[in-house]
């Protein structure tokens, strides 16, 4: 079991919240950390409607009520001063992600792990911000972080095997089983995702199928407990294309091309569910 003196998660949106929300369940003192207040204040939202929902099927170890007791939100970086291990959940953006890990390593005791939650870019490239790469990890949470199992860790070039060692501890104490992926592109989790995904946008622009019975096929023919157009809605369609468009460009191979259907969809502001259209109407 790893103890930790401050869990720290940077970015409140549903992956954050969630790596939040696991970590005090966890046992740990976590302070989450968001530029926006109204971002925070969703998140609070979020976090006590997903533990009112454990609690009352049984699986909490506390009430939800003494879970969130461990929460603190923040509008300060400051505020993760004290923690010695810290999750950046920001958005999937190379500059914003490069700026905050230069931040953190000036903020943090030169002691506390850096881990980033990104889905795509290089942990080398991200660790390189800092003058700490020996601590810097990808800890890749999957969503949603309360029900979903898998822990994605990523070593960058210089990361050190007890940085990865306590990495794998904190995954596992939070109930998570831990996987050790390559630091390419996607990783192991979407460098497979995301090919089927964009090959559903693609059988959808060609009328292979309406998006509901694609859906469909996959739940029913494959078990998926959702179809890849229904989980793009979830997963949100920007994210996936950001996510086929490093592939694309870090494999260099023409198979990983986005799909022009999820572009146009893109642009068109249909991200899915948190856009309240994507593929689908919510
Ligand atoms: N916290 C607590 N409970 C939750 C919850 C949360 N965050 N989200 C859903 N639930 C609950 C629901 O309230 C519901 O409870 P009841 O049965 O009491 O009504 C229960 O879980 C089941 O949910 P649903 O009925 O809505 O739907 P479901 O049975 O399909 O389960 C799911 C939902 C677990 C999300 C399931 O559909 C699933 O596993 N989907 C695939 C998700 C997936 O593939 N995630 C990975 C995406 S890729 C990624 O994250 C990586 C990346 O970098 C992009």
């Known amino acids: 079991?790893?103890?930790?003196?401050?869990?720290?998660?940077?970015?409140?949106?549903?992956?954050?919240?969630?790596?939040?929300?696991?970590?005090?369940?966890?046992?740990?003192?976590?302070?989450?950390?968001?530029?926006?207040?109204?971002?925070?204040?969703?998140?609070?939202?979020?976090?006590?409607?997903?533990?009112?929902?454990?609690?009352?099927?049984?699986?909490?170890?506390?009430?939800?009520?003494?879970?969130?007791?461990?929460?603190?939100?923040?509008?300060?970086?400051?505020?993760?001063?004290?923690?010695?291990?810290?999750?950046?959940?920001?958005?999937?953006?190379r500059e914003i992600k490069f700026k905050l890990f230069r931040d953190l390593d000036a903020l943090l005791d030169p002691k506390a792990i850096l881990c980033s939650n990104t889905s795509s870019i290089s942990i080398t490239e991200i660790a390189g911000q800092t003058k700490r790469p020996e601590l810097v990890a990808g800890m890749h949470f999957m969503n949603p972080v309360p029900l979903m199992k898998l822990v994605e860790g990523i070593r960058g070039l210089a990361t050190g095997d007890a940085c990865f060692q306590k990495v794998r501890a904190v995954a596992e104490t939070m109930g998570k089983t831990f996987i050790e992926a390559k630091d390419s592109a996607g990783f192991a989790v979407n460098r497979i995702l995301m090919p089927m995904i964009n090959e559903a946008f693609f059988a959808l622009q060609e009328n292979l199928a309406t998006a509901a019975d694609i859906d469909e096929a996959m739940k029913l023919g494959c078990n998926f407990p959702m179809g890849p157009l229904t989980l793009a809605d979830f997963v949100g369609i920007d994210v996936c294309l950001s996510v086929c468009e490093v592939l694309h460009r870090d494999l260099g191979d023409p198979k990983y091309r986005p799909c022009p259907l999820m572009r146009k969809y893109v642009e068109a502001g249909w991200l899915g569910r948190k856009a309240g259209r994507g593929v689908y109407v919510y």
């Open 1 to 93: 079991m790893a103890k930790l003196a401050g869990f720290g998660v940077v970015g409140s949106g549903a992956m954050g919240s969630g790596i939040a929300q696991v970590g005090a369940q966890a046992g740990f003192p976590v302070t989450l950390f968001d530029i926006s207040e109204a971002q925070l204040e969703k998140a609070r939202g979020g976090i006590q409607k997903s533990l009112s929902k454990l609690e009352e099927k049984g699986m909490l170890k506390e009430s939800a009520g003494d879970v969130l007791k461990r929460l603190n939100l923040t509008t300060q970086l400051q505020g993760l001063k004290s923690c010695d291990f810290v999750v950046e959940a920001a958005t999937e953006n």
